[in-house]
């Protein structure tokens, strides 16, 4: 405690006023990569759950101004659920835990933004540029941070010929490298999903489904023809799957799937149709490298008219309610 109040103290914000929200006065890493947010410091401090989210979703994922209230609706949903939030983003060449509002407000309406994995983050750190962390770059943030849990929405994973054009998200290698806990609604159909959960399994990703079934979700919908190896029934089995996780010390990381609640699921035939079109489209104009994805979230979202993006919003805020959760069961076995 008292080396909690004397931290507070030298830091020279009183950090239990603020939220993320807030903009810091002064961050206290003066001269290292990372800025971390005063309310995450004083989380990780103290022991409470916080939860990672990424940024890829509101730079590129997402049109604006859809993008900048998912981002700030998610957060609040983190709150409410008892976890504080920390969104992770890289601002003029830092790479930020937890953003204030008027961060996530650039990043939501910047133009010149990029899209950082792991092998981004060296050259737009050394360049002072800013951009989205995906989840692979958010998961090497959360690590720095001690952060063991993070919530999106869809990883990447396996694209469809993938097999030819070894086009495979760095997303599942980071998982196989890194010790932290993804939430999300399993893999994209715009992906190979059984490819995907193969490649998992050689990266010795422990994958789970929540809920009662181990069918795999394909993202829009609540399942995809795969089976998750393992499922996990509830906040606290999953947990305690992470904590488990963490005492081997595996340093690999785990991957939650949360089904999308059927009442947002789209029309598997729907979207299966809008997929095999962006995928012509996408071939038709040589789109290549990372610029895929984020091709192929936006034209699946105009094919289908925005149902794709309701769907999408609705099973992140599902996640974070889910994520913010299981991060307080886990602060709780922890303590
Ligand atoms: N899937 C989505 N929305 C997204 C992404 C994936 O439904 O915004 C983003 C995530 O940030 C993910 C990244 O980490 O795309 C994967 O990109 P790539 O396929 O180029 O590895
Ligand atoms: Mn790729």
């Known amino acids: 405690m008292l080396v909690s109040v004397l931290r507070r103290f030298s830091a020279g914000v ?17 001269s290292s990569a990372f800025r971390i947010h005063p309310r995450v410091e004083e989380a990780l401090a103290e022991g409470q759950p916080i939860v990672a989210l990424e940024s890829t979703i509101i730079t590129h994922g997402m049109p604006y101004p859809q993008n900048i209230s998912m981002a700030s609706e998610v957060e ?11 969104t992770v983003g890289i601002i003029k060449g830092k790479v930020h835990i937890g953003l204030c509002d008027e961060e996530i407000k650039f990043l939501a309406t910047c133009k ?49 010929d993938g ?51 181990r069918d795999f979700p394909a993202f829009f919908t609540p399942s995809s023809g795969f089976k998750a190896p393992y499922h996990v029934r509830n906040e606290e089995e999953a947990a305690q799957l992470i904590a488990s996780s963490l005492e081997l010390r595996l340093d690999s990381g785990v991957l939650i799937s949360v089904p999308i609640p059927s009442e947002y699921a789209a029309s ?39 149902k794709s993006l309701d769907s999408n ?23």
Not at 175 to 180: F, H, I, S
Not at 196 to 213: A, I, M, N, P
Not at 274 to 292: C, H, S
Not at 321 to 333: E, N, Q
């Open 76 to 86: 609040e949903i983190v709150r409410a659920n008892g976890s504080v939030p920390a």
């Open 313 to 335: 919003i609705a099973l992140i805020k599902n996640n974070a309610k889910v994520g913010s959760r299981i991060a307080v069961a886990l602060s709780k076995i922890q303590k």
């Open 112 to 160: 010149d933004c990029v899209k950082v994995s792991r092998r981004d983050l060296p050259y737009v750190l050394s360049q002072g540029l800013s951009g989205g962390s995906t989840v692979s770059g958010t998961m090497v943030a959360a690590h720095h941070a001690g952060i063991p849990i993070f919530v999106t929405g869809g990883i990447g994973g396996v694209h469809r």
């Open 163 to 213: 097999e030819n054009t070894m086009d495979i998200s760095a997303d599942l290698t980071e998982l196989g490298r890194t010790p932290v806990a993804v939430i999300s609604a399993g893999v994209k159909s715009i992906l190979d999903i059984g490819r995907t959960l193969e490649y998992l399994e050689t990266q010795g990703v422990c994958v789970s489904t929540f809920g009662d079934s």
């Open 268 to 306: 598997g035939l729907m979207m299966e149709e809008a997929i095999r079109q962006a995928l012509e489209e996408a071939r038709l104009q040589g789109i290549v490298g990372k610029e895929v994805t984020p091709f192929l979230l936006r034209r699946v979202n105009e094919i289908t008219g925005g």
């Open 14 to 30: 009183p950090t239990t006023m603020v939220r993320t929200g807030v903009c810091p006065v002064t961050h206290r890493q003066k």
